[in-house]
């Protein structure tokens, strides 16, 4: 009994434990932040999915100078800077984004914005990962 009670557990996280976890860094701006980013390869297509999870990030109009919104970008290691979407926090000041890269090794950052129109980052950089799938 007990052994497929195992199994059962097993057969249940199996799936959501694949892909590697990479702990992002904060700014000095934002320092009770943190936040992750899980990423896995899709299988069918060949790119890199990414789960972007933040806590305790402050409200953009905190910062200094006071934006509006957060950004989250994809640099890869040419130096091109891809915007990915904008995280919308909670009461709790947690958010989370689901995107898709074609990039294999890149830093995924989190920028304090006036807009979501923006091209490319021009705010404070609030915290920041690499990840390399390679």
């Known amino acids: 009994m007990k052994s497929a009670l ?6 249940f996280i199996w799936p959501f434990s694949s892909g590697k976890l990479y702990h992002m860094k904060g700014s000095n701006s934002v ?3 943190s936040g ?3 990423a896995k390869k899709n299988n069918d297509n060949g790119n890199t999915r990414l789960n972007i999870k933040v806590h305790n990030l402050a ?3 905190s910062l ?3 934006e509006n919104v957060y950004v989250v970008w994809i640099r890869t290691n040419d130096g091109t800077t891809q915007k990915k979407g904008a995280i ?3 009461n709790n000041l947690d ?3 689901k995107v898709a890269t074609v990039s294999k ?3 995924v950052l989190v920028t304090g914005e006036q807009s979501t129109s923006v091209t490319e980052p021009t705010g404070p950089e609030v915290l920041q990962a690499h990840v390399d799938m390679d």
């Open 6 to 11: 195992v199994i059962v557990l097993l057969l």
């Open 31 to 33: 320092p009770a932040a």
């Open 36 to 38: 992750t980013v899980k």
């Open 59 to 61: 409200k953009p109009s």
């Open 64 to 66: 200094n100078p006071s």
């Open 88 to 90: 919308r926090l909670n």
């Open 95 to 97: 958010g989370q984004l």
């Open 105 to 107: 090794s890149f830093d």
